[in-house]
Structure formats: C-alpha cells, structure tokens
C-alpha cells in the first residue's frame, strides 16, 4: 500500500478553521485519498473520500493538490468535539482483494482549545 | 439504524486461554473485517469477510481466526493467549465491497491479557 506521512500532532483553537496537511507522493492513479478520525474511547469515523477534485461535505473538506502527491483536510470552525486523531489513508480501488482493509499510520492528533 | 455492536466491551483473561469476540454489523451490510489497536503499532488488519468467506488477511498469526455467519454477524476467536494480545479490537461493517465504500466502526473490545 502507498504510504501517507502526517504531522503527529497539531493545536488549534475553537471555532478556527483547521487545516490537517497528508502526503503522499507515491500515491498511483487508482488510489481515493480517505479520512477517518478517531474520538477518545471510540472506533474510527468516517470524515471523507476523494479521488481528484476537491471534495465537501457536512463535517469537512478536502482540499486535493493537482499532482495528487498531498492533500489537506480543512475543518471550518473547529470544536472542542473535534480533538481527535486524524487518518489519511490511500484505497485502491484496483486493489480487487482489499475492500474492507485499511491501511492506517500514526496519524495526527488534533488538541483543540477553547 | 442501530451501529456496529460490539461485544463484549471488557474482557480480561489470562495467558493460555482462549476468546472470542462478536460483531454485529449495521443491518445490510454484508462486509466485515477486524483491526487491532495497541499503543506501540497502532490500528493493524486482522481480517475481512465477505459472504461468510474471508477475503483477505493481515499478518497476524494464526492463533487469531474469525468467521461470518450467514446474517453477516462475525466473531474472531484467539487462541492460547499471550500478553502481547492486549489491545482494543474493533470490528467495522461496510455495505459493500467496492473499496470507495465507507466503513462504520463498532467502539471495540478492550481485551486484557494477564
């Protein structure tokens, strides 16, 4: 699997926009760029997928350089409820026997103050 | 829509024996696979299946197995336990197998091995 390198950790205050940096500059042309988050005491979230374009939805953006080797997740107005552990993390859709297998790193852990 | 659940949530057994662990997917997803979270390695694939079939397998040892029923509700079995194997193991189900498909994780088993 390709790999993603993310900061270990990142602060932002409340109601700040955040932006979490991913790269990943052996990603191939089948790879969709995923993120997940995980809240203390609980399993990984879902937060958004994309493959080219920039992508939106209710809890975020993703923000996908043209060259595809970064990518940069934005949450708008960051919340208390938002301190977590972020994960980028490569599927390929090509993969054919590793629909259900995700490869996670360290990823980076969001402090959020008020 | 009922979540992913778990169970048990705690367990604690001690080296030498035997657990299993069951998951209960959110109702229609066919996909489940299992991951095992510990402090030094992070969030490691254990397994997934598909259709009551495993589809692919991480590299694990084989005292670590896991099944599918035909309701799509999955258990994963550890034998002759060692202290290593404490960790929290999280199940996660997915409607499908396209690799794009989001997956829903349950909030884990907290297994402690003494």
Known sequence: DAKTTQPNSMESNEEEPVHLPCNHSTISGTDYIHWYRQLPSQGPEYVIHGLTSNVNNRMASLAIAEDRKSSTLILHRATLRDAAVYYCILRDIAGGTSYGKLTFGQGTILTVHP | ?114
Not at chain 2, 75 to 99: F, H, I, K
């Open chain 2, 1 to 114: 829509k009922a979540g992913v659940t778990q169970t048990p949530r705690y367990l604690i057994k001690t080296r030498g024996q035997q657990v299993t662990l069951s998951c209960s997917p959110i109702s229609g997803h066919r996909s489940v696979s299992w991951y095992q979270q510990t402090p030094g390695q992070g969030l490691q694939f254990l397994f997934e299946y598909f259709s009551e079939t495993q589809r692919n397998k991480g590299n694990f040892p084989g005292r670590f197995s896991g099944r599918q029923f035909s309701n799509s509700r999955s258990e994963m079995n550890v034998s002759t336990l060692e202290l290593g194997d404490s960790a929290l193991y999280l199940c996660a189900s997915s409607r499908q197998v396209a690799t794009n498909e989001k997956l829903f994780f349950g909030s884990g088993t907290q297994l402690s091995v003494l």
